[in-house]
C-alpha cells in the first residue's frame, strides 16, 4: 500500500480549496512580480504547490534547501522536479567551512545532544540558506497546514515574517486527505519516503516512521517535547532566531 492508497480522499469543498490555493499563488505572483519564491522542502504539500505554478505558468521561482543531510530520495525529486516541469531548482546549500568547524566542534551527531546544537545545525544548515534565498525577495511561499501541528494551528493564507516580507501559505486549510487526492488527481511525483509513514520529511537523521495514532509531525525531532519541534524557518520569536543564528557562524 502507498501513500495514495492511503490517504487519498475526496471531501467536500475540496475544489474550492484548489481554486482559493491558486487565488492565493495568482495573488502572490501579480504582487510581487520577480521577488517571489516557493521554498519548497519537497515534501507532498511543497509537491502539489510546485505543480499548480507549473500547470498555471506561474511566474513563482523555486527553490529549495539543500542540507547535506537529506535523504537520497529527497534530494533526487529536484532533478525530478526539473525534468518533469522543466523549471529551473534553484539550490541553497550551507557554507562548507561553516559546516566543517560545526562537525569537527560537536560531532555528526550534535543535534542529539541538546535541543541548542539541534537548533543550531537548523540555523547553519537551514536559516543560513534560507536567508540567501530570500535576501533578493520581498515575498515567498511555503506548504504549511494548520492542521500539520499545534504549532501550526493558526497559519493565515498570507502573513508578514519577522523581516518585512510577505510569506503566503496557500495551503494553509487543506487536509491530509486534500493533499494526496491532488496528487492522485494529477500524478503529481513525491517522495517515495512518504510511503514508508514519513509524512513530516525533514533532514535523515531527524526524521523516522510514524506509528498508528502518532501525530502528524511526531516523527520529526522525536527525541524533543512537542513545543521544541520547528527548525526556525517558521518561528516568528526574535529572541529565538538572534539565539539560533548567532550559532551558525565560524568561531
Known amino acids: 500500500m502507498n501513500a ?8 467536500a469543498g475540496f475544489d474550492a480549496r484548489v481554486a482559493n490555493t491558486l487565488a492565493v499563488l495568482q495573488r502572490a505572483a501579480a504582487e510581487h512580480p520577480g521577488k517571489v519564491v516557493q521554498a519548497t522542502s519537497l515534501g507532498a504539500e511543497d509537491m ?31 532533478g525530478t522536479i526539473e525534468q518533469h516541469y522543466s523549471l529551473n531548482v534553484e539550490v541553497y546549500r550551507p557554507v562548507s567551512e561553516t559546516v566543517v568547524h560545526f562537525v569537527r566542534e560537536h560531532g555528526e551527531r550534535a543535534m542529539y545532544q541538546s535541543i541548542e546544537l539541534r537548533k543550531a545545525c537548523c540555523g547553519m544548515r537551514k ?7 530570500l535576501a533578493e525577495r520581498s515575498a515567498w511561499v511555503t506548504g504549511m497546514r494548520r492542521e500539520q501541528s499545534n504549532n501550526r494551528g493558526t497559519v493565515e493564507f498570507s502573513e508578514t515574517d519577522d523581516k518585512g516580507r510577505a510569506k503566503f501559505n496557500p495551503l494553509a486549510d487543506w487536509t491530509w486527505a486534500d493533499v494526496w487526492h491532488y496528487i492522485e488527481l494529477h500524478q503529481v511525483p513525491y517522495n517515495p519516503l512518504h510511503d514508508e509513514f514519513m509524512p513530516s520529511i525533514g533532514c535523515e537523521p531527524c526524521t523516522r516512521a510514524i506509528a498508528v495514532g502518532e501525530d502528524f509531525r511526531a516523527g520529526r525531532w522525536w527525541w524533543e ?18 539565539a539560533q543564528v548567532s550559532m551558525i557562524g565560524p568561531a
Request: hydrophobic share 40%; glycine share 6%.
Open 127 to 133: 536559516l543560513e540558506p534560507l536567508s540567501r534565498m
Open 225 to 242: 517535547d512537542e513545543g521544541a519541534k520547528e527548525c526556525g524557518l517558521h518561528v516568528h520569536e526574535p529572541e529565538q532566531t538572534t
Open 4 to 11: 495514495v492508497s492511503l490517504y487519498a480522499k475526496a471531501t
Open 48 to 78: 502539489v504547490l510546485t505543480d499548480l505554478i507549473a500547470r498555471h505558468h506561474l511566474p513563482i521561482a523555486i527553490g529549495t534547501l539543500e542540507t547535506g543531510k537529506l535523504h537520497a530520495q529527497t534530494v533526487a525529486l529536484i
